[in-house]
Structure formats: structure tokens, C-alpha cells
């Protein structure tokens, strides 16, 4: 089974508007960590923003917040006012603490397109 | 200051070739990590170095795939007799230490094999 899962591989929005992208994961680790990577046409990964599973409050970095549904396994990202810069692929990842994994899981990323 | 760094950024090698992957981590990590993201895809782990001790090789897909870490520092991926299906961007990444929630990325190593 998939880990991490992004089922919209495309999404448009309007300049200044906000959009949300969807990630789901899979895991039986009671801990854990989630993030949110851009990736821009450059090919560089950069962090956007990370929730801990135990956190009680969502993450929020500037324009990028997620929102977490623990018991649903969600964990999508919200981009308020969206600039032209924004558009790249987005990549949701886990980390899962006690099962010893040292990597991060990654989905197939969603590719966001800002239209002026 | 400075990032990740990665080389070549881009290598096109024949079948049945060798080639070697090199990534600077950033100065003071300790933990370094090789993954692959290959067309349309999302990253693939590869292998994980943590300071000195062994390393955590159990995303490499094949005896062909094989990584070191010289001095705690600089990373070389080696895959030997290449085949169609490597072709990838082959990414690195460092972290403060193993726990560290922020891995930073460098800019990949393209790599196509005709």
C-alpha cells in the first residue's frame, strides 16, 4: 500500500487566490512527521512546512498551512494568495519515527499552475 | 551559505557503463541521503549515512547500486553496468542529524543511459 498518496496530479488557480492540495497517508506508527515539499522547474526540493503527529494546533509558514485531520490521515496543504512563483510540483512526505525508518516517503507530487 | 551541491548536474552514459554520483552535503550534517525520482515520479529512498555508523542501504533496487561516505563528509553513488531503466535524477540531501525534521536537497545529477 501506498504511504503517501496525492490523487491530483494537476491544479490550476487564479493569482491571488488560494488553493488547497490534497495528501492522505498510510501508517501504523503513532509517530510521526509530515512535509511538504516544492519542487520548481530548477529541480531543487524545498521545504515548505512540517506537522508532527502529536502537534495539537496546525502548522502554518507565511502563506503555506496545513491542514491536518489526524483520524481522517490527512494532511493537505493550503497556499493563501497565490503568487505566479508558486507554480511547481508539491510533494507531500512522511516520516515515521518508531518503526526505525530513516527515510522520508514521498507521493507523486501535484503540479500547481498559477494563471495571472 | 552554501547548500547541497551535486555533480555532474547532468551525465548521459551508454548501457553496461559505470558511473559515479558525487553530493557535498552542507558542512556539519551529519546525516546524508540518497534518493531517486525518476520521469513523473515522486522520490525514491536509496541509502542513508548517519555520522559513522552503518549505513542504512535498504532502499538500493539492485547489487549494482552501491554508495560511500568518505570522512563523515562527501558522498559518492556508484552504479555500475547501467541500464535503461537507472535513468533517473538522482537526488541528495543532509540533514543536522538523523532526528532533524529538514532535510535540504541539492539540485540532483540527471542521469540518462542510451
Known amino acids: 500500500a501506498q504511504k503517501i498518496t496525492q490523487t491530483q496530479p494537476g491544479m490550476f488557480v487564479q493569482e491571488k487566490e488560494a488553493v488547497t492540495l490534497d495528501c492522505t497517508y498510510d501508517?501504523?506508527?503513532?509517530?510521526?512527521?509530515l512535509f511538504w515539499y516544492k519542487q520548481p522547474s530548477s529541480g531543487e526540493m524545498i521545504f515548505l512546512i512540517y506537522?508532527?503527529?502529536?502537534?495539537?494546533q496546525n502548522a502554518t509558514e507565511g502563506r503555506y498551512s496545513l491542514n491536518f485531520q489526524k483520524a481522517r490521515k490527512s494532511a493537505n496543504l493550503v497556499i493563501s494568495a497565490s503568487q505566479l512563483g508558486d507554480s511547481a510540483m508539491y510533494f507531500c512526505?512522511?516520516?515515521?519515527?518508531?518503526?526505525?525508518?530513516?527515510?522520508?516517503?514521498f507521493g507523486t507530487g501535484t503540479r500547481l499552475t498559477v494563471i495571472p | 551559505g552554501a547548500g547541497v551541491s551535486q555533480s555532474p548536474s547532468n551525465k548521459v552514459t551508454e548501457k553496461g557503463k559505470d558511473v559515479e554520483l558525487r553530493c557535498d552535503p552542507i558542512s556539519g550534517h551529519t546525516a546524508l541521503y540518497w534518493y531517486r525520482q525518476s520521469l513523473g515520479q515522486g522520490l525514491e529512498f536509496l541509502i542513508y549515512f548517519q555520522g559513522n555508523s552503518a549505513p542504512d542501504k535498504s532502499g538500493l533496487p539492485s547489487d549494482r547500486f552501491s554508495a560511500e561516505r568518505t570522512g563523515g563528509s562527501v558522498s559518492t553513488l556508484t552504479i555500475q553496468r547501467t541500464q535503461q531503466e537507472d535513468s533517473a535524477v538522482y537526488l541528495c540531501?543532509?540533514?543536522?542529524?538523523?532526528?532533524?525534521?529538514?532535510?535540504?536537497f541539492g539540485p540532483g545529477t540527471r542521469l540518462t543511459v542510451t
Open positions: 512526505a512522511m516520516r515515521e519515527v518508531q518503526t526505525g525508518a530513516n527515510n522520508l516517503f
Open positions: 506537522q508532527g503527529s502529536y502537534d495539537q
Open positions: 501508517t501504523s506508527d503513532p509517530s510521526y512527521g
Open positions: 540531501a543532509s540533514s543536522l542529524e538523523s532526528f532533524s525534521y529538514e532535510q535540504y
